[in-house]
Nanobody
Framework: QVQLVESGGGLVQPGGSLRLSCAAS????????MGWYRQAPGKQRELVAR???????NYADSVKGRSTISRDNAKDTVYLQMNNLKPEDTAVYYC?????????????WGQGTQVTVSP
């Protein structure tokens, strides 16, 4: 059983910052990639940022230059630092992990954490 537990969402004013965290736990053999997706009301879920087991990263154009994804391999944890937040960043943010466990290679999702950017 693999679990992803997210934290760090909340209400922030435009121009503010937030740091999201996601810790993977369970019968993990290796992590291939971790990342963050988001889904705003009425919109499809979209990639925000992703980091591979070799440290390669990619970002959505909408957050490039304002966000940094990083990871702590020893803790199987990924972080997303978001700066200069805008109202259009408001969404539920979901942690994602592609990993190998005793159940094979699968994708896993966290329960989601709300980020609201509003005055």
């Amino acid at each position: 059983q693999v679990q992803l537990v997210e934290s760090g969402g909340g209400l922030v004013q435009p121009g503010g910052s937030l740091r999201l965290s996601c810790a993977a736990s369970g019968s993990i053999l290796s992590i291939i990639a971790m990342g963050w997706y988001r889904q705003a009301p009425g919109k499809q879920r979209e990639l925000v940022a992703r980091i591979t087991n070799r440290g390669a990263t990619n970002y959505a154009d909408s957050v490039k230059g304002r966000s940094t994804i990083s990871r702590d391999n020893a803790k199987d944890t990924v972080y997303l630092q978001m700066n200069n937040l805008k109202p259009e960043d408001t969404a539920v943010y979901y942690c994602y992990a592609a990993l190998d466990s005793y159940a094979g290679v699968n994708d896993y999702w966290g329960q989601g954490t709300q980020v609201t950017v509003s005055p």
